[in-house]
């Protein structure tokens, strides 16, 4: 019977043996934006000596838990706890020697919302957005060019309000926070009560309708034309410069992938770009690489010629990036644009 | 004022509903410089029996058309046999093939970015669809750790 408990126990322990610890599941889930070393990227610095003492344990678990809806950080659903407190121990591994995790009472902050809004206005809007929503762009990419170490958190976010609690707000806003643009502003001018009332006006986004990804199901926008498939090439490329796009490139959709002579010539790819376009995005967003480039296939079934591309609509929803919904609108209808006029 | 923050935490939670999570983009950090990285990918995919289509070089046509930018490519790739198959039986897969995989410097290190297949749930409307999906998605997640372990 010991031999049946010990073989029990030593096959219930196995996937506890065999789980990453915290650093692994850093390095897998969280170092491509915030880095190795937790310096930012796409994402925040974490390593921040201001940042992780000031912050409990809970918004931080909170935070990889529910993510920043709509500002990239997405919600780390398929993490149990135990992997979600692996990382939070390996995240307070940068502590700064000696430091120590501030205790904050959970009592919530009474103040003035109405005072608060316009404190807000005066003092906070500059940065963090007239309602809360924070800088443009996303954390730190040090691929391009950038006027801060880092940009102001979306304060009207649902994850930010679910992971921060009123006296980490008040904490914050009375001590701000060294190494980035946050002051303190106590020393700004600002009253024990005046920050009470900032604080209160902030839990009050919480009532915001927040974002929602887009619900364009079609993944793909196609229009039939009535030419040849030769025809249609040319009609696509004449569309496309004619709205301010280049050509870069032609070729068969088997391109590359077989003998120039075997490929098939009945579907054939225009891309086209617009750098100015390309770099607006990239500034949003550094992953929007898969939007690109632009690109309209036209493909030949049974006689008939039709004109695709990707929905930028649809595949927007990936990218968990408000500031993205613009860009991929006016994507959509530009690819509408082209294969409307193109069939013309 | 417990009965406005029981309906302020309501609220938050209905925001919280409709969360993006962490499974529909594969992004992955090589700490190995870019084009180090960028061999390694290329190993990584013919090893996984695909094979690269083109490597599209934004960061040439941007700082052509004088805008700053670090390394910026677009690998696609494919398994011929399987593009040609899926082009004629399910031709609205054809504006995703070849598949792309996003590469890009930073500092000395290098991102890669991929969409999960799995997740394109419009895409896939049948069966055979739904199961080829989940097959890339497995893979494409497999070749994406690869190169971050610089195996």
């Given amino acids: 019977m010991r031999v049946v408990w010990s073989l029990l126990l030593t096959v219930l322990a196995l996937p506890l043996a065999a789980a990453p610890g915290g650093g692994e599941l850093y390095a897998q889930n969280c170092a491509v934006c915030h880095g190795a070393d937790g310096r930012g990227g796409v994402g925040v610095p974490l390593a921040l000596p201001s940042f992780l003492p000031s912050v409990s344990d809970d918004y931080l678990a909170a935070t990889i838990r529910h993510g920043r809806p709509g500002r990239v950080m997405p919600a780390f659903t398929q993490l149990s706890n135990a992997e979600i407190q692996a990382i939070v121990a390996h995240l307070r591994s940068w502590m700064p020697p000696g430091s120590k995790v501030v205790t904050l009472s959970s009592q919530a902050v009474k103040g003035d919302v109405v005072r608060g809004k316009a404190l807000f206005a005066e003092r906070c809007a500059v940065c963090h957005g007239a309602n809360g929503e924070g800088g443009h762009g996303t954390g730190v990419t040090f691929s391009r060019p950038r006027d801060l170490p880092i940009i102001a958190p979306a304060l009207n976010n649902p994850g930010f309000l679910a992971a921060a609690s009123d006296q980490m707000i008040k904490t914050t806003l009375m001590n701000g926070r060294d190494g980035t643009p946050m002051v303190s502003f106590l020393q700004q001018g600002l009253s024990e009560r005046d920050i009470d009332d900032v604080v209160s006006y902030v839990r009050s986004f919480a009532a915001e309708a927040g974002w929602k990804p887009g619900n364009d199901d079609t993944p793909m926008l196609e229009m039939d034309s009535p030419y040849t498939l030769a025809e249609t090439v040319e009609a696509v490329k004449r569309a496309a410069v004619g709205k301010n796009f280049r050509i870069i490139r032609e070729q068969s959709l088997e391109n590359g992938l077989f003998a120039a002579t075997q490929e098939s010539k009945t579907a054939h790819i225009v891309y086209f770009c617009n750098f100015n376009f390309i770099n607006q995005a990239l500034a949003l967003d550094p992953r929007v690489g898969l939007f690109m480039p632009c690109r309209i296939t036209v493909v030949e079934r049974e006689g008939q010629v039709k004109m695709m591309s990707i929905n930028p609509k649809y595949l927007s929803r990936l990218f968990n990036n408000a500031e993205l919904d613009k860009p991929c609108e006016e994507m959509y209808q530009v690819y509408m644009g082209i294969m409307e006029e193109a069939s013309l | ?151």
């Fill in chain 2, 1 to 151: 004022m417990r009965c406005n923050s029981l309906v302020l935490l309501v609220l938050l939670c209905v925001g919280l509903t409709s969360v993006s999570h962490a499974d529909e983009l594969f992004m992955v950090r090589s700490s190995h410089a870019f084009p180090e990285t960028m061999a390694t990918l290329q190993e990584v995919i013919s090893r996984h029996g695909y094979t690269v289509s083109r490597v599209q070089r934004v960061d040439i046509g941007l700082t052509d058309s004088g805008f700053k930018t670090d390394m910026y490519r677009l690998v696609f790739f494919a398994r011929p046999d399987e593009l040609r198959d899926l082009s004629q039986r399910y031709p609205q897969l054809i504006p995703y093939l070849p598949w792309p995989i996003t590469i890009f410097a930073e500092g000395e290190e290098t991102l890669l970015v991929t969409a999960n297949p799995a997740e394109l749930h419009a895409l896939a409307h049948n069966d055979e669809l739904k199961h080829l999906f989940r097959r890339w998605s497995t893979e494409f997640r497999a070749i994406l750790e690869e190169v971050r372990k610089g195996e």
